[in-house]
């Protein structure tokens, strides 16, 4: 995940040729407002209300009291919406955990220039913020909703933008996170380039593609009534290794209830091995990327490697 400044949009008098002028339009509530009443004119007059999430790739908009307005604001968010649209319709029978439920599909309008999406509002706070009474409840249901997501038919999915190796992912900048994290003492250096070499030396994985959500992070998951109620944002949705989706072992479980989630994922030593990677190299460069821009994220990012690299055995 990556970050963007908020922009201030133009005003509702502004051209769109003036605004192309300055720049892409960043969502807002009056944008959702004149996308709405000239698209979808019998949700026009509906209350709209941004929600604030730590989120980097969408901005978030409550619609009425049923409906949900999903923008992206990055411009490598682009295409997540025709994705989202055309799968989780597919998918979402298929699937333990509720899901986002496409109702309308948006197009570029306003000065703004991405397809744009409505969907069900699903009831329940993320699980940063509304964390599971029951962590062990909670390994078992996002173990079996992995496991039922790779069950399903990947014929003509698309790739996974973390369906490959997490060296793909980080390009290059785990060194530059490492050397930075350990300089100013966040982490033991030696002990995490140690276990990154481990990481380094793993196997490749040779499977056949499955389907992988690629974004499990607490504030993708929601809670309701201190159970986890439903999986959001599938914005890196695709086929690929499912190393990515173990992540919530280290992002938001513990030690004693890691166990669960892997033998209701189940999945063999391999996978576990390059999910674990996954978890420290996540956590490690995003950590480094967004402390001091994103503190939620910066926090998910630091249990993330801190949870995983005890597990390499190379501290005091």
């Not at 908009?61 to 989202?84: I, M, N, S, Y």
């Amino acid at each position: 995940m990556q970050t963007q400044p908020e922009a201030q949009s133009p005003s509702p008098s502004s051209s769109p040729t003036a605004q192309a002028a300055r720049g892409p339009v960043q969502p807002d509530e009056d944008l959702v407002r004149r996308l709405v009443a000239a698209q979808f004119p019998r949700w026009a007059g509906l209350p709209v209300r941004q929600l604030v999430t730590a989120g980097t790739d969408n901005a978030m908009f409550r619609l009425g009291d049923e409906w949900v307005v999903r923008l992206p604001k990055a411009e490598w968010a682009r295409g997540q919406v025709e994705k989202e649209q055309r799968w989780l319709p597919r998918l979402a029978p298929w699937l333990p955990l509720d899901v986002p439920v496409p109702v309308g599909e948006g197009v570029p309008g306003e000065g703004y220039d991405q397809a744009w999406s409505v969907a069900a509002w699903l009831d329940g706070a993320d699980a940063y913020a509304a964390p599971v009474a029951d962590l062990a409840d909670t390994a078992v249901a996002l173990g079996r909703f992995g496991a039922a997501l790779r069950a399903v038919d990947t014929t003509g999915g698309p790739a996974s933008s973390r369906g490959g190796p997490v060296t793909a992912w980080e390009d290059g900048a785990m060194a530059e996170a490492l050397r930075a994290l350990g300089a100013d003492g966040t982490l033991d250096g030696a002990a995490a380039t140690a276990a990154w070499e481990e990481v380094l030396r793993l196997p490749r994985w040779d499977g056949e593609p499955v389907w992988v959500h690629g974004d499990l992070l607490p504030g993708n998951l929601l809670t309701r009534d201190g159970r986890l109620s439903a999986v959001i944002d599938f914005g890196a949705l695709g086929a690929g290794d499912p190393a990515c989706d173990m992540m919530p072992a280290w992002t938001l479980l513990t030690p004693e209830t890691r166990p669960l989630f892997r033998e209701a994922a189940r999945v063999d030593d391999a996978t576990w091995a390059r999910g674990r990677g996954w978890a420290l190299c996540w956590g490690v460069v995003t950590e480094h990327s967004y402390r001091g821009k994103n503190p939620v994220l910066a926090d998910v990012a630091h249990r993330s490697w801190s949870q995983a690299l005890p597990e390499y055995g190379h501290g005091d």
